[in-house]
């Protein structure tokens, strides 16, 4: 007969497996609730444990919301963008671009958290999640350092400063959004990202006499057309 301890043993999940339980748990109840209206009691409600179980993992919520952001962006990096298959700087971006909004408008609860609450802190940079926030980045710095190398974009800006207007672009439009005040249409706002980088920095014939005055201006006034297309 078996004794009771035995039949306990076979059951005991292992560390990881159990760590992975709580964390699909408290994704799907921040995705339901979101980051400020969920409690590690219902989150253990909801992973069948009991609250001091999540305690032994997880020191505070953050740290548990922390690891929830990281194991979000691990299976993103984990998949393929689909930006090698695609032709041309302008749809490589605009596809990159909105590949990111997407992801936002889909997960606004850790979306919010990785932008508003985790990323202001002190020891942000310290974490496993800036690393991946890093990687993530890295495909639009790719793509514009291509097209600067091969002089399809001017190279008076670097790679990183484009991958930073870009994003800069992205987290300005969708601000709202995230903090549950307005919508944003992920088509309209992906074009006109990849229109105001794009147009901004592709190189022109010297016979055109272009210079740089007039880059600021496109720049200038596709960006007023970003914020009329947000209604203000």
């Known amino acids: ?42 989150i253990a409600a909801r992973a069948g444990v009991v609250e001091g179980t999540l305690y032994r993992f997880f020191k ?27 032709r041309g700087t302008w749809n490589q971006l605009r596809h990159l671009i909105w590949r990111t909004l997407h992801l936002l408008h889909s997960q606004p609860a850790v979306s919010r958290f990785v932008l508003i609450e985790m990323r202001p802190t002190a020891g942000y940079r310290a974490t496993r999640l800036f690393e991946l926030n890093r990687r993530f980045t890295s495909e639009v710095r790719r793509v514009c350092d291509a097209a600067i190398q091969s002089g399809e974009f001017r190279p008076d800006a670097g790679a990183s400063l484009l991958r930073d207007m870009i994003f800069g672009c992205i987290e300005h439009h969708t601000w709202a959004f995230l903090r549950g005040e307005a919508d944003f249409n992920v088509d309209q706002v992906a074009d006109t990202i990849a229109n105001v980088i794009y147009r901004g920095m592709v190189a022109v014939p010297p016979a055109e006499g272009d210079r740089m005055e007039q880059v600021v201006a496109r720049l200038e006034a596709a960006a007023e057309r970003i914020e009329n297309s947000r209604g203000g």
């Open 60 to 86: 505070t919520k953050q740290e548990l919301m922390l690891k929830v952001a990281e194991s979000w962006l691990e299976g993103i990096l984990a998949e393929d963008s689909g930006v090698a298959s695609i």
């Open 1 to 42: 007969m078996t004794d009771v301890s035995e039949r306990r043993s076979v059951f005991r999940l292992s560390p990881d497996r159990r760590i992975a339980d709580i964390v699909a748990a408290a994704r799907a109840e921040i995705a339901e609730k979101g980051y400020d209206g969920v409690s590690m009691q219902a």
